[in-house]
């Protein structure tokens, strides 16, 4: 009997307008969560990839006019000790400097492993209008993959603290605005329904929306019949 009831009791949670927002509301809230923090880990790649792009333009068009007037006079030792310098760098992960023809001057670095790196090409300018060469720096992109990892539970923090307070309020405006009322008016009509038939008993629940004209609607047909 006792198992019976208990049923009987899930059932109807389970069936509850209540427990059916909640539950739509939760589902959504998650996906938008879920959604959110994948965007928002993005975005914030995406603004760390441009720093870093930027500081590599500033790099290469700083190497660039370091060696530019050792390229127009082809003083290959000076190149190769300005790149040296430039490569002591640990976010450098390879240097190429070419010639006016394209063919490799210069390099300093490994080339075989620049997965987790950035490319950036700037040309190489000596008093003329015409470049007199090109410097391309590999510059290392592990600094981001540890910011956005240090960063991921921040995030999800962050994510999760708003999505619980939305939740909370919704769930507040729900039972406040809908679930309360709703059972207002259903306990009075099943009051009336399974009483001795007294017409004399009104809802009394006139607030202006939905269900209040419901109550209001009743009232008038109950007052037409008696």
Known sequence: MNFFKVNQIRERRTNSLVFRFNLVTGLALLAVGVISTFVTSYIERRTLLADIEKQAVRTADLLANNIASSMFTFNQYKINGTVAAFGNDPAIKYIEVKDSSGKI???????????????????VFFNTTE??????LWISTASVERLLNRGWWSIILREAVGLAFLFIVLTILMRREISRPLSLVAARLKEIAQGDGDLTKRIDYTADNEIGDVSRSFNQFVDKLT
């Open 105 to 123: 001057n210069t390099f300093r670095g490994e080339k075989k492993d620049l997965t987790a790196t950035l490319a950036v090409t700037r040309p």
């Open 131 to 136: 470049a007199v060469g090109s410097v391309t």
